[in-house]
């Protein structure tokens, strides 16, 4: 079994910056991915950005070029970095990780963390 706790949210300003956290804790050698995901109010919950072991990336379009995500294997840890927020960046944040790449599946999901931004 894998942990994922996720830290970070809180209340930006449109405009603003934010860093989410992900500490991964228990068998995190049976990850062979991470990423994260939200969802908005009323919406259902969507793909952000995902890391594998190795480092390569990949993220949805509507945050290429605001969003990097990045992680520290040494600390078992993920980083969502978000510059230039909007209001369509409100919702929960959610961290994942996965144990096989090639069925793009989710196996462990945090709790999530609130973010809101304020126009």
């Known amino acids: 079994q894998v942990q994922l706790v996720e830290s970070g949210g809180g209340l930006v300003q449109a405009g603003g910056s934010l860093r989410l956290s992900c500490a991964a804790s228990?068998?995190?050698?049976?990850?062979?991915?991470m990423g994260w995901y939200r969802q908005a109010p009323g919406k259902q919950r969507e793909f952000i950005a995902q890391?594998?072991?190795?480092?390569?990336?990949n993220s949805a379009n509507s945050v290429k070029g605001r969003f990097t995500i990045s992680r520290d294997n040494a600390k078992n840890t993920m980083y969502l970095q978000m510059n230039s927020l909007n209001s369509e960046d409100t919702g929960v944040y959610y961290c994942?990780?996965?144990?096989?790449?090639?069925?793009?599946?989710?196996?462990?999901w945090g709790q999530g963390t609130q973010v809101t931004v304020s126009s």
């Open positions: 994942a990780a996965g144990k096989y790449i090639l069925t793009s599946r989710m196996d462990y």
């Open positions: 228990g068998d995190i050698l049976s990850i062979t991915f």
């Open positions: 890391i594998t072991r190795g480092g390569v990336t």
